[in-house]
């Protein structure tokens, strides 16, 4: 199995950055397609970005499309996620979430494994 931990959340006003690391241990990351969910205070948690197990293909949900990017590194056994031009409405609380499958999913129940969450804040 693999554990997770993010890191990296907090307050930004809106228009800044943040960059959110999740820190796997147990297991390489290489086994697994990785994904960032986020859930907003009285709403479902949604998918926001996942990164095939390779690297090579990534996918967004629109409204992220063009402010965020996900990326892995294979040295450090982590996954980030550059939040650039945040809105207010990107706050939530944000998970990863790995999956050992052979392809890419965006729905929630398809991954087994899943971090604590950090808290992103963006005030207006």
């Known amino acids: 199995q693999v554990q997770l931990a993010e890191s990296g959340g907090g307050l930004v006003q809106a228009g800044g950055s943040l960059r959110l690391s999740c820190v796997a241990s147990?297991?390489?990351?290489?086994?697994?397609?990785m994904a960032w969910f986020r859930q907003a205070p009285g709403r479902e948690r949604e998918f926001a970005a996942a990164?095939?197990?390779?690297?090579?293909?990534?996918y967004y949900e629109d409204s992220v499309k063009g402010r965020f990017t996900i990326s892995r590194d294979k040295a450090k056994n982590t996954v980030y996620l550059q939040m650039d031009s945040l809105k207010p409405e990107d706050t939530a609380v944000y998970y990863c979430?790995?999956?050992?499958?052979?392809?890419?999913?965006?729905?929630?129940?398809?991954?087994?494994?899943w971090g604590q969450g950090t808290q992103v804040t963006v005030s207006s």
């Open positions: 979430a790995a999956d050992p499958s052979l392809y890419v999913h965006q729905t929630q129940s398809q991954y087994a494994f």
């Open positions: 147990g297991r390489p990351l290489d086994y697994y397609n």
């Open positions: 990164i095939h197990a390779t690297g090579a293909t990534t």
